[in-house]
Nanobody, 125 residues
């Protein structure tokens, strides 16, 4: 009953920045924690970042910590992923996900009930 739509992907030079957005709509959408995952061709889906329902708590994978920032936009049904200092290894399809709040296991894709269709990010060197 929740729909997620990602936008903002594209081609960027190594060292550059890109901003992704996830627009959420549907039943009880304001009761979900939100996360970003990514998946490169032939690779497993990888956790990137998560933000709590309130927006007061965030979590990042070690590979993106200090470079990426997840936040909730003034419109609380929108989640932003600000990506800085991009590297070629960041190249992947990026997916927005929504799941019920939890304190453990939130880096596992199985913790999320709803997924967007993805937006492609390509970083050239």
């Amino acid at each position: 009953q929740v729909q997620l739509v990602e936008s903002g992907g594209g081609l960027v030079l190594a060292g550059g920045s890109l901003t992704l957005s996830c627009a959420a709509s549907g039943r009880s959408v304001d009761s979900y924690a939100m996360a970003w995952f990514r998946q490169a061709p032939g690779k497993e889906r990888e956790f990137v970042a998560r933000i709590s329902v309130s927006g007061r708590r965030t979590h990042y994978s070690d590979s993106v910590k200090d470079r990426f920032t997840i936040s909730r936009a003034p419109a609380k049904n929108t989640v932003i992923l600000q990506m800085n200092s991009l590297k070629p290894e960041d190249t992947a399809a990026y997916y927005c996900a929504a799941g019920r709040p939890r304190t453990t296991g939130f880096v596992d894709g199985k913790a999320y009930d709803y997924w967007g269709q993805g937006t492609q990010v390509t970083v050239s060197s």
